[in-house]
């Protein structure tokens, strides 16, 4: 009996230093350039969870006024706990207000373990193309244990999954992957499944002209979401993959309606949920960005309303 007491007291110590010696859960604390400016400090939080042969989270972020959430990726070497996620957009710390700079950056840490907690201390370095430009930023994470357990990892990246994404299309993306002529399309199924979903008004806007060109894409990590879209509650087109080219409408409004919709419909919720979409609409000059997220209960929908037009002053 004591021998199989003494074993016991050698194999739980051993177990929970193990647990104490993972990356994975939720990791805070700041990160600096080395400058003389004193307003380069970033606040970051991360979020960490195990995928097949790799590892994924959300990486948060708070400079000066601007706060970001993204989807990151990489691998973790637990032999020598070294920690690398790639191709995060970091804001470059000399941006001024309303002029905001990316820098492409790989975060590269190494997991310490000591008594009093776990840090992961490195530094985000600028990618071969942004080195010269970008400065390294230095930071030391502090392991949060109380938020780290698996249920509050999923809840966290089910929160923030691409909600606060500030992706924008390129030159490139502006091009469509395919042009939905406005007409009705006939799927029984997903018109059935659309009226029994409840409609979610995201956004009220004003516009000037009766036609409009529409485009979505999807809203920062390419997951697999697929959509149908709805236009005053006439299918236009379902079963659309979601990516980084547009799937893109030329919408003539009924201009004897006091407002037009249009409906986004989950067809999936993509490798994480939610359903999440960029829409662009654009009125002649002007563009409204609109990001939509819908589910398998709730549809995203957009009211669009036709500016009264401007009567001349008589001389």
């Keep these: 009996m004591t021998k199989l007491i003494w074993l016991a007291l050698l194999f739980f110590p051993l177990q929970a230093s193990s647990q104490s010696q993972s990356v994975f859960g939720y990791w805070y604390g700041f990160g600096k350039v080395d400058t003389r400016v004193s307003t380069n400090n970033y606040m970051v939080e991360l979020v960490l969870q195990p995928e097949k042969g790799f590892v994924k989270g959300i990486l948060n972020y708070y400079f000066r006024d601007t706060y970001r959430s993204i989807q990151v990726k990489g691998n973790y070497n637990s032999n020598t706990r070294e920690l690398s996620l790639y191709n995060i957009p970091v804001i470059y710390h000399g941006s001024r207000a309303n002029i905001e700079v990316d820098c492409m950056m790989t975060m590269k840490a190494t997991l310490r373990v000591a008594q009093a907690g776990s840090n992961l201390i490195g530094a985000f370095v600028g990618m071969p193309e942004y080195r010269n430009t970008c400065n390294d930023i230095n930071f030391n994470l502090a392991l949060n244990a109380?938020?780290?357990?698996?249920?509050?990892?999923?809840?966290?990246?089910?929160?923030?999954?691409?909600?606060?994404q500030v992706w924008k299309p390129s030159a490139y993306d502006t091009l469509p992957s395919v042009n939905i002529v406005q007409r009705k399309v006939i799927n029984y199924v997903v018109e059935n499944r659309f009226r029994e979903r409840e409609n979610i008004v995201t956004k009220e806007i004003e516009v000037e002209s009766d036609s409009l060109q529409v485009d979505f894409y999807d809203n920062g990590e390419i997951d697999g979401d697929s959509i149908s879209v709805f236009f005053n509650n006439n299918l236009l087109a379902f079963s659309q993959k979601l990516s980084t080219r547009s799937i893109h409408f030329t919408l003539a409004l009924d201009t004897t309606k006091s407002y037009n919709e249009v409906g986004m419909f989950a067809d999936n919720l993509g490798s994480i949920p939610p359903n999440t979409a960029l829409m662009i609409v654009t009125d002649g000059k002007k563009q409204y960005e609109i990001r939509l997220s819908s589910s398998l209960d709730k549809n995203a929908t957009i009211r669009i309303k036709r500016k009264p037009p401007t009567q001349k002053k008589k001389g």
């Design 146 to 164: 109380d938020a780290s357990k698996q249920d509050s990892v999923l809840k966290a990246i089910r929160e923030y999954k691409e909600t606060y």
